[in-house]
């Protein structure tokens, strides 16, 4: 069992920079894939970024490829997603996600089975 909680979430100026921040609790988190999915107003839940459990290669949505970064601190269960060049259009709550198995499985909600509450992240233009 994992049990997320996310925090970092704010109000920033397009062009600014954010950090979100996921920790966990529970034994198997540092053997989980781990995601960030977002929702904005009015959309579905949409998948952001991912990596597998010993931080390895990341995934990331085309439209925030090369402006975010995913990363993870299994030591602190912990992980974080870092967000650069924010755009208007990156506005929505930001959800943490953990898998049950260890490896990237895919950006589908239904592959990730422990989810955090959300925080909002708000892009002013």
């Known amino acids: 069992q994992v049990q997320l909680g996310e925090s970092g979430g704010a109000l920033v100026q397009a062009g600014g920079s954010l950090r979100l921040s996921c920790a966990a609790s529970?034994?198997?988190?540092?053997?989980?894939?781990i995601a960030w999915f977002r929702q904005a107003p009015g959309k579905e839940r949409e998948f952001v970024a991912a990596v597998g459990w010993s931080g390895g290669t990341p995934y990331y949505a085309d439209s925030v490829k090369g402006r975010f970064i995913i990363s993870r601190d299994n030591a602190k269960n912990t992980m974080y997603l870092q967000m650069n060049s924010l755009k208007p259009e990156d506005t929505a709550v930001y959800y943490c996600?953990?898998?049950?198995?260890?490896?990237?499985?895919?950006?589908?909600?239904?592959?990730?089975?422990?989810w955090g509450q959300g925080t909002q992240v708000t892009v002013s233009s």
């Open positions: 529970g034994r198997t988190f540092s053997s989980a894939a």
């Open positions: 996600a953990a898998g049950r198995g260890p490896l990237f499985s895919g950006r589908g909600e239904h592959q990730y089975n422990y």
